[in-house]
């Protein structure tokens, strides 16, 4: 949670501070104030919570820290589930309720909208929960030891090999799997594990010798709404089925029912292209990935009318001499490129439909478009990630035309290419 190139110091000797919990920003750090007014983020703190905390890092107007005693419990706090909470790096929330979770996580997106976008958070809706918050998660990555082969993850540090034989939020069959791979990581830097419950197929990357089970194959299948995309070891593709199908759902919602003309930016091995190819006459979708669109090759077989054209969003979307009706946006977390951004301008879709994995991006972004001729019509928050700081939207905008010019400078203007390095909740 450093700021880029801010220089940060370590205390020589352990240091507590005592805090009030204020709110979570993004990431699922606890926001408070010390003593000399400086912005602290604890780690492991809830809402309302009054704890000490263990100063790790001092920057020159905050302070990362992680709590080490509850004095005054939240009525939402609750027992982890896993042993290691608190060492490894992969959850935040655990020692939160569900329920708490995602009333925060919910708080995070408007509050970023907005103190970044000037936004209205009244077209945020209610986040979509997930059904089952545990045992959701089905590709993982898996670090190993040198001398013994454990496999397990790196700590919250960033270094340190936790030995892991069952993780909480890990699909079932990769939990039952990873006691078999123990004493098998020597010599590998990796173990991924990738598994669809739908339609019964995975992979374990790289091939592992000695092992009872087959390893090293180069693809799996996964099936969403209906439809089976093929999925190669190096493609993204979303760890959460039941919740991508909510995702799915809530795009298609945002989507106009027919068109001429969609475009699918950073569509991966075609997933929205496909499964909404059918309510356009044309889709064009756009990959960088190699490896994805080369999965994409065989998934569009599903899908005549799709056209997948392999680059940056960035350098294609801007040379394209169509106007499409509706565009896909589901970028990465430092969100869309300026040449992105100044294309949509230009082109004035009817609809933008934006999947956001970074709330702040988000907000820049929409607060661009905005500024551009469209209205801002439903943030939904989404949450993908249970027990995490990682927080899903889908947002939809329609082009509405841009209002007479006013006399003197825009407030709320952003410019197109300015970097954000969100320090969530800070002001």
């Known amino acids: 949670m450093s700021r880029r190139g801010q220089r940060y110091k370590e205390p020589a000797e352990p240091t507590f501070i005592t805090v009030r919990v204020e709110s979570l920003v993004f990431?699922?750090?606890?926001?408070?104030?010390?003593?000399?007014?400086?912005?602290?983020?604890?780690?492991?703190?809830?809402?309302g919570e009054l704890v000490e905390a263990q100063v790790e890092r001092e920057?020159?107007?905050?302070?990362?820290?992680?709590?080490?005693r509850v004095i005054e419990p939240s009525p939402d706090r609750v027992e982890p589930r896993c042993p290691l909470f608190g060492e490894c790096g992969g959850c935040q929330l655990q020692h939160m309720?569900?329920?708490?979770?995602?009333?925060?996580?919910?708080?995070?997106?408007?509050?970023?909208?907005?103190?970044?976008?000037?936004?209205?958070?009244?077209?945020?809706?209610?986040i979509v929960g997930a059904a089952e918050p545990w045992g959701?998660?089905?590709?993982?990555?898996?670090?190993?030891?040198?001398?013994y082969g454990d496999v397990g993850y790196i700590g919250r540090k960033g270094y340190g090999l936790l030995k892991v034989d069952?993780?909480?939020?890990?699909?079932?069959?990769?939990?039952?799997?990873?006691?078999?791979?123990?004493?098998?990581?020597?010599?590998?830097?990796?173990?991924?594990?990738?598994?669809s419950a739908e339609t019964g197929t995975?992979?374990?990357?790289?091939?592992?010798?000695?092992?009872?089970?087959?390893?090293g194959q180069k693809a799996y299948v996964?099936?969403?709404a209906g439809r089976r995309f093929d999925v190669s070891a190096s493609a993204f593709f979303q760890v959460n089925h039941a919740q991508a199908e909510q995702m799915v759902r809530l795009v298609g919602e945002a989507l106009p029912e027919r068109g001429d003309l969609l475009i699918d930016g950073f569509a991966g091995v075609g997933t929205f292209a496909v499964i909404y190819s059918d309510r356009f006459e044309r889709v064009l979708a756009i990959e960088e990935s190699n490896s994805a669109a080369k999965d994409s090759e065989r998934n569009l077989a599903q899908a005549p009318n799709v056209e997948m054209l392999v680059g940056k969003v960035e350098d294609i979307l801007p040379d394209l001499e169509v106007r499409p009706d509706?565009?896909?946006?589901?970028?990465?977390?430092?969100?869309?490129?300026?040449?992105?951004?100044?294309?949509?301008?230009?082109?004035?879709?009817?609809?933008?439909?934006?999947?956001?994995?970074?709330?702040?991006?988000?907000?820049?972004?929409?607060?661009?478009?905005?500024?551009?001729?469209?209205?801002?019509?439903?943030?939904?928050?989404?949450?993908?990630?249970?027990?995490?700081?990682?927080?899903?939207?889908?947002?939809?905008?329609?082009?509405?035309?841009?209002?007479?010019?006013?006399?003197?400078?825009?407030?709320?203007?952003?410019?197109?290419?300015?970097?954000?390095?969100?320090e969530p909740g800070l002001e």
Request: proline fraction near 11%; charged fraction near 20%.
């Open 326 to 422: 509706a565009i896909i946006l589901d970028p990465p977390r430092p969100g869309c490129a300026p040449p992105v951004m100044r294309a949509i301008l230009e082109f004035q879709p009817s609809t933008v439909v934006y999947v956001s994995c970074n709330p702040a991006t988000l907000a820049r972004d929409l607060r661009i478009l905005v500024n551009g001729g469209y209205q801002l019509d439903s943030v939904t928050p989404l949450d993908m990630f249970p027990q995490t700081g990682h927080i899903e939207c889908v947002s939809r905008l329609t082009f509405i035309g841009l209002p007479e010019a006013p006399e003197g400078p825009d407030e709320d203007a952003v410019e197109p290419d300015e970097v954000i390095v969100d």
């Open 166 to 195: 069952s993780c909480p939020i890990a699909d079932p069959w990769v939990s039952d799997l990873l006691p078999k791979l123990q004493g098998h990581g020597a010599g590998l830097h990796q173990v991924q594990v990738r598994y």
């Open 59 to 68: 920057y020159p107007d905050y302070i990362q820290a992680v709590t080490t």
């Open 97 to 126: 309720s569900y329920p708490a979770q995602l009333a925060a996580k919910e708080a995070v997106v408007r509050e970023q909208l907005r103190r970044i976008g000037k936004l209205d958070d009244s077209v945020v809706r209610p």
């Open 222 to 224: 996964e099936e969403l």
């Open 27 to 47: 990431g699922g750090a606890g926001l408070a104030r010390g003593a000399d007014g400086r912005v602290v983020f604890v780690a492991f703190a809830a809402p």
């Open 202 to 215: 995975g992979l374990i990357n790289p091939a592992i010798p000695d092992v009872p089970f087959e390893t």
């Open 136 to 147: 959701y998660r089905n590709h993982l990555r898996f670090s190993t030891g040198k001398k």
